[in-house]
């Protein structure tokens, strides 16, 4: 059975650091171009980072020179480093892939989903 399965997230003070994992389980990432996404209370969800199966990444507006993505395909995992982090990066944020060869922040593009982690950034 096809799992994508994100940890990590949890509860941070403003300019702390986490890293999200997305682990795979019953396909192997490489085959899949991974983006990470977060839904803020009330918001629609956004394309946060992504990276694709050459390695090339791309990121919001939002997050660029804080967040970073990459992936361990040894490992069949992915992650999400964030810096830097501000309240408004609060958040339940969500891996998912795609068998398209570019790497893309729309959604609609991902065919797969994981259940998603929360990431609070609070004092």
């Known amino acids: 059975q096809l799992q994508l399965v994100e940890s990590g997230g949890g509860l941070v003070q403003p300019g702390g650091s986490l890293r999200l994992s997305c682990a795979a389980s019953?396909?192997?990432?490489?085959?899949?171009?991974i983006g990470w996404f977060r839904q803020a209370p009330g918001k629609e969800r956004e394309g946060v980072a992504c990276?694709?199966?050459?390695?090339?990444?791309n990121f919001a507006d939002s997050v660029k020179g804080r967040f970073t993505v990459s992936r361990d395909n040894a490992k069949n995992t992915a992650y999400l480093q964030m810096s830097s982090l501000k309240p408004d990066d609060t958040a339940v944020y969500y891996c998912?892939?795609?068998?398209?060869?570019?790497?893309?922040?729309?959604?609609?593009?991902?065919?797969?989903w994981g259940q998603g982690t929360q990431v609070t950034v609070s004092s």
């Open positions: 998912a892939v795609t068998t398209s060869a570019i790497g893309t922040l729309k959604s609609s593009w991902y065919e797969y």
């Open positions: 990276i694709n199966k050459s390695g090339l990444t």
């Open positions: 019953g396909f192997t990432l490489d085959a899949y171009a």
